[in-house]
């Protein structure tokens, strides 16, 4: 018990040494300085308050809410791997409404886009529920798909329905000021963390303590026990886990456009929806990790830039860092799964 | 000539548990060696320690003479081991030649495949077809693949983990004849065992282990299953179980009525229940007689509730409890917690709940409780369902179902790889159930044990129900079973 919950512990801190090990040791292969890349790195991420506020942490709201969404499907059992295309269905349905509510008291105004931005993202991540349900369409496949729908969608709005009155730029006109969630002053920051912050909770708590998010994981664990023992209706539960995902990754595509962005354009997400995959499965799927761990691949991200500012390595290379780090939590389960299995053998 | 399988000093525990106690075992060339013992006596821990799959704390394995690196599980296998599990252990998605191919490693065309597959299974009289797949496949038919898959990497010595547990009689006939031919081919078989007649009847030596210790171990024709059965148990035991004396026609209310009763076939394999008319009322026992495949499994479910009928009538009183057949995958989820698996089984009306909440401190000592008076062996009620023995899995699985206060209980062959103690626990509390006003819907594979627990017994042959004077024989039961399954 107690050395399974040290390894626990240790092994998030683990994957990510050899995630930089890993990075340090192919740019000095390259041929680049790797201390002045990890000290650019550290910079940019955590170096000062300015990096932390402005930088850090507006990254690490997206990461957060999706990847608290992506761990609740997860843990029902439904791959929904389609919150990309989820966050940008949030966020085109935030951007036209929240360009017309520019007559609205702002404490009305910001929920009502943030609800709408919501419920887009539950009707983007219901077309896989229901194919899954009436027709047994695998969810791995259609959330995968419906996300390049999502974005041809952007790019169309952006240069037709939403774009900006001067049809110059492909992009949305600024939302008004109403329509945009609060930031502390000086910052990028922004109120959309409290969202994060209480989500999460509101979540460890629905996992924990409550009968429905209990049968959620047996779901996950063994639908046909679940249905047998514990009569649960699995296909419901199921079905819902995976909306429910797919609203918040909507409200996090609702949050970047009300708190960060301001505005609708191509590529608004640097892969959000594919780095909260990482998020969610790094932390176990447990909704308290999760902040930790968004947190961290969020400084992952913001560093990234700094580092091809003042050290001149490309920002991608951090995407090595996240892959040794999902690769290396990936050999440890399943080394722990087969002790497991071995000890159960019994 | 050295033994085919010689086991030295064989220890291992599981945290508390002594699983193994220093234990000797020699398997020699070309003789069936019965392994006899109560759940959790050690047979299968022993097993896979022969076969590489648990790691001993202490002691020796050889091999033909060759001593083998404990925990290795190629090596056993290179030297010509082949082993059947008490649970399959077939890919669903392949079919049952695929899967043949698979374990024994033939690099051969599907046609020549087909083929070798079809002459294995006619050769050892284990029938099947090798076209089917095997998530189709019947809980029979895929105990029969897994030991056709032992039987075709060539295998000198064969671990058999209680293959005819789920076996119907003339299959498991048919099972035993094949090993028999095998011995005399040359291939030494364990056969791990509850059945102490399949012991006696086929065996050439017996050893018996009772709590990780052998207690006797020598040739089968001096021995008696009642000798045996004193061995197992540390005391001695009397003859065979009793017939359960026909009740008079019972008068309480009635719990379950069907009438025409048809509900569509489960899986791929077996007919279905085509018609169905009885009734249970409180306080009896109602024993369903059938072969593997005859449409029990869609009664029983049908009536716990989890099959619509396709057509007929059938009124069920609430709440019901049931008792599926297959524990590691239906009954409970392993990975859970007894207390967890305890508060999913009893859903939003237990007394954990308030509203969306779960107590678990509540369930977590309700669970304790029930660990007690069901006499459960385990860490606590923090412990894995996975890491119980089949036996006291089965009797958490019981403690859970009679939790919800049924009017109706219906238990899918719930001794099914359990020992004699065990099954008679079992059955003893299924009666206890019927005597508290509940009405009790039962299958057993086993004829004899469900004679011993029923009131009175039906039939169901090709998916019909035949209702049975009580007074019926042992042998007209059997041959209705049966007749109907020929034709």
Redesign the interface.
């Known amino acids: 018990m107690s050395r399974a919950g040290i390894s626990r512990l240790w092994l998030p801190v683990l994957a990510v040494g050899a995630g930089l090990l890993t990075l340090m040791l192919g740019l000095a292969a390259g041929g680049y300085d790797p201390l002045l890349a990890l000290a650019a790195l550290w910079r940019g991420a955590l170096g000062s308050p300015d990096a932390i506020l402005s930088a850090l942490l507006p990254r690490a709201i997206p990461l957060i809410i999706i990847g608290l969404g992506i761990g609740l499907a997860f843990r029902a059992g439904a791959l929904n791997i389609g919150a990309e295309g989820q966050f940008y269905a949030g966020a085109i349905a935030a951007t036209w409404i929240g360009l017309s509510l520019s007559a609205w008291p702002r404490p009305l105004a910001v929920p009502v886009v943030l609800a709408v931005a919501l419920a887009a993202g539950l009707l983007w991540a219901s077309v896989p529920v229901f194919l899954r349900l009436r027709f047994g369409v695998l969810e791995v496949i259609s959330t995968l798909l419906l996300n390049f729908v999502a974005e041809a969608l952007v790019s169309w709005m952006v240069q037709g329905p939403l774009q900006e009155s001067k049809h110059i730029y492909p992009q949305s006109d600024p939302l008004p000021l109403a329509a945009r969630l609060p930031q502390l002053p000086g910052t990028r920051l922004h109120l959309g963390l409290v969202v994060a912050l209480g989500l999460a909770g509101l979540l460890w708590v629905f996992g924990t303590?409550?009968?429905?998010g209990?049968?959620l994981r047996?779901t996950g664990?063994?639908p046909?026990?679940?249905?047998?023992?514990?009569?649960?209706n699995t296909r419901r539960v199921f079905g819902l886990a995976l909306a429910v995902s797919g609203a918040l990754a909507g409200l996090a595509g609702g949050c970047e456009v009300s708190g960060t962005s301001f505005a609708l354009f191509q590529s608004l997400s640097p892969g959000y929806g594919f780095t909260a995959i990482a998020v969610a499965l790094l932390a176990r799927l447990n909704p308290l990790a999760t902040i930790g761990t968004g947190l961290l691949f969020a400084a992952l991200e913001a560093g990234s830039s700094a580092m091809q500012r003042e050290a001149q390595v490309p920002a991608v290379v951090v995407s090595v860092v996240e892959a040794v780090i999902i690769v290396a939590v990936l050999l440890a389960d399943s080394a722990q799964r087969r002790r497991?299995l071995?000890?159960?053998?019994? | 000539m050295p033994p085919a399988l010689e086991l030295r000093g064989i220890s291992k525990r599981f945290g508390q548990v002594e699983a193994l106690a220093g234990v000797d075992f020699t398997l020699n060339e070309g003789e069936i060696h019965a392994l006899l013992g109560e759940n959790g006596a050690g047979k299968s821990t022993l097993m896979k320690v022969a076969f590489g799959l648990v790691q001993p704390d202490a002691g020796s394995v050889a091999i033909g003479g060759t001593a083998i690196r404990v925990g290795d599980p190629t090596a056993a296998r290179r030297l010509g081991v082949g082993m059947v599990h008490q649970h399959f252990t077939s890919i669903p998605a392949f079919t049952v030649a695929e899967n043949v191919a698979l374990t024994a490693g033939w690099r051969l065309r599907p046609r020549q495949v087909l083929e070798r597959v079809r002459r294995l299974a006619e050769g050892t009289g284990l029938l099947i077809d090798p076209t089917l797949l095997v998530a189709d496949l019947s809980a029979g038919l895929k105990q029969r693949l897994e030991v056709l898959k032992a039987l075709a990497a060539d295998a000198r010595v064969l671990l058999l983990d209680e293959p005819t547990s789920v076996l119907s009689p003339p299959d498991a006939e048919a099972l035993l004849r094949g090993v028999q031919e095998f011995r005399a081919r040359g291939v030494a078989t364990v056969l791990i065992t509850h059945k102490l007649r399949e012991a006696v009847a086929i065996a050439d030596r017996v050893t018996v282990l009772r709590r990780g210790r052998v207690v006797h171990t020598g040739p089968v024709r001096d021995e008696t299953a009642e000798r045996l059965a004193g061995y197992m148990l540390g005391e001695p035991m009397t003859g065979e179980p009793p017939r359960r004396a026909p009740a008079g026609p019972s008068t309480g209310e009635v719990r379950v009525r069907a009438e025409g009763l048809a509900v569509e076939r489960l899986g791929g394999s077996g007919t279905g229940l085509r018609s169905a008319s009885l009734s249970v009322r409180s306080g009896e026992v109602v024993g369903v007689a059938a072969v593997e495949g005859n449409g029990q499994r869609e009664l029983l479910r049908a009536i716990a509730g989890l099959r619509r009928p396709a057509s007929g009538r059938l009124e069920v009183a609430r709440p019901s409890g049931f008792i599926p057949e297959d524990r590691s995958t239906e009954a409970l989820i392993g990975e859970f917690t007894l207390t967890e698996n305890l508060v999913l089984s009893q859903g939003h009306l237990a007394p954990w709940i308030r509203g969306p909440w779960v107590d678990w401190g509540r369930a977590e000592r309700r669970t304790m409780e029930l660990i007690e008076s069901f006499a459960v062996r385990t860490s606590g009620p923090g412990a894995p369902a996975a890491s119980l023995s089949g036996g006291n899995q089965q009797r958490m699985v019981i403690a859970a179902t009679l939790e919800r206060r049924p009017s109706v209980l219906v238990a899918e062959n719930p001794t099914r790889g359990l020992d004699f103690r065990a099954a008679g626990e079992v059955m003893d509390r299924l009666r206890a159930a019927a005597t508290d006003g509940v009405a009790v819907v039962v299958h057993l594979s086993d004829l004899d044990e469900l004679l011993a627990v029923a009131d009175r017994v039906v039939v169901l042959a090709d998916g019909v129900l035949v209702d049975l004077p009580p007074d019926a024989s042992r042998e007209d039961i059997g041959r209705r079973m049966l007749g109907a399954t020929a034709g």
């Open positions: 303590r409550t009968l429905l209990f049968q047996a664990a063994n046909l026990a679940a249905q047998v023992m514990g009569g649960v497991l071995a000890e159960a053998g019994a």
